[in-house]
């Protein structure tokens, strides 16, 4: 999954499987959990807007690129001309984008840390194009043009929530977390899940940044580690790389909390909850602001937390069996002052 990183600093990005082209194809029809809360305009207007997405993974990788995806196979339904382009290289990114402007889209997104600078140099060049790139403004002191937009999208605010539901998980006293690339996002969200974990009862939290966002492997070698050394529960941010920590945990029969999707099926019996990332509620709301003039450029938009993110587990927000309804009743008090702002969580 791509992180999102704040100045100059570049994240080392999720490479999935990349083939020597990012194809280009038409969005295509499919259910979706997004929001039932965001409506999109069905009327001729909606007809008339063009909205590409542009990513560096798949969209089957059952995370950040497919979550994303989703939300244009939504525009599409509504009525919307949608394109995608995936696996795209590093070196193509700058040229996929402009494609699009000059093909007459309304809204160009590119998906991810890695398209933040492109975007920044091509939206001065379209100004009948609006472009979005789903990472923090590359330089925090420009000015942007009206046709371009950042996000926010309160990782920091999430990374600390997770760290108290998982001391709240704890019994032993001692948690962990895996982490993917090694980059500052990266290390201040593992910061933040410290700061939030030793809220609760000073519980200790250990944590592994492995650098990667798709190898499994090093996923289950991090969680074991952890678990050597006392963690009886299991978090990460690490897409691909997180889910072969999920796996080593339920081998060692410890409990786990899933991230940037529901992964509740990858424990049943084990997980407390799974925060997932909306972005696909995210591409439609995008897609939506073309429509009625609300899009959000010349900003880096901050949208809630809880616009952002929620807590899911199958058809509820958390596993009873695993995380007490008492104890979660708790933890919501908690997340919903994060959400407010009324806790301060680190941030660099």
């Not at 999935?16 to 305009?41: E, P, R």
């Not at 939206?123 to 000015?143: C, E, N, R």
């Amino acid at each position: 999954m791509k992180r999102m990183i704040r100045g100059t600093a570049i994240l080392a990005g999720l490479v999935l499987a990349i083939t020597a082209c990012g194809g280009a194809g038409d969005s295509k029809s499919g259910d979706s959990n997004v929001d039932s809360t965001v409506t999109v305009d069905t009327s001729a207007a909606s007809n008339e807007v063009k909205v590409a997405l542009v990513m560096s993974g798949s969209i089957t990788d059952g995370g950040w690129n497919q979550g994303a995806y989703t939300g244009l196979e939504e525009l599409s339904g509504a009525g919307f001309t949608t394109k995608y382009s995936e696996n795209v290289q590093q070196a193509d990114i700058s040229s996929v984008l402009e494609g699009y402007a000059k093909d007459g889209f309304s809204l160009v997104i590119g998906h991810g840390y890695e398209f933040g600078s492109a975007v920044f140099e091509l939206a001065p060049k379209y100004p009948d194009t609006s472009f979005f790139a789903t990472t923090f403004t590359p330089d925090p002191t420009a000015t942007l043009p009206i046709n371009l937009a950042f996000v926010d999208p309160q990782y920091y605010k999430i990374a600390y929530s997770t760290g108290v539901l998982a001391a709240m998980m704890s019994t032993g006293g001692t948690v962990g977390v895996v982490g993917g690339g090694d980059n500052p996002t990266q290390s201040t969200m593992i910061k933040a899940f410290q700061a939030g974990a030793l809220s609760v009862n000073q519980t200790k939290a250990l944590d592994v940044l492995t650098g990667s966002y798709d190898d499994p492997q090093k996923g289950k070698e991090a969680a074991l580690a952890m678990i050597g050394q006392g963690a009886d529960v299991i978090a990460h941010f690490a897409n691909t790389t997180g889910l072969g920590a999920l796996q080593a945990a339920v081998g060692k029969s410890v409990k786990v909390i899933g991230f940037y999707n529901d992964q509740n099926s990858v424990a049943p019996d084990l997980m407390g909850t799974s925060f997932k990332i909306e972005l696909g509620k995210m591409v439609e709301y995008l897609g939506k602001s073309i429509t009625d003039g609300s899009f959000p450029g010349g900003t880096e938009w901050s949208p809630e937390m809880s616009f952002m993110w929620v807590p899911i587990a199958d058809a509820t927000d958390h596993n009873s069996a695993v995380v007490a309804d008492d104890v979660w009743a708790k933890f919501k008090e908690i997340y919903d002052k994060v959400d407010k702002g009324e806790i301060t969580v680190p941030t660099s």
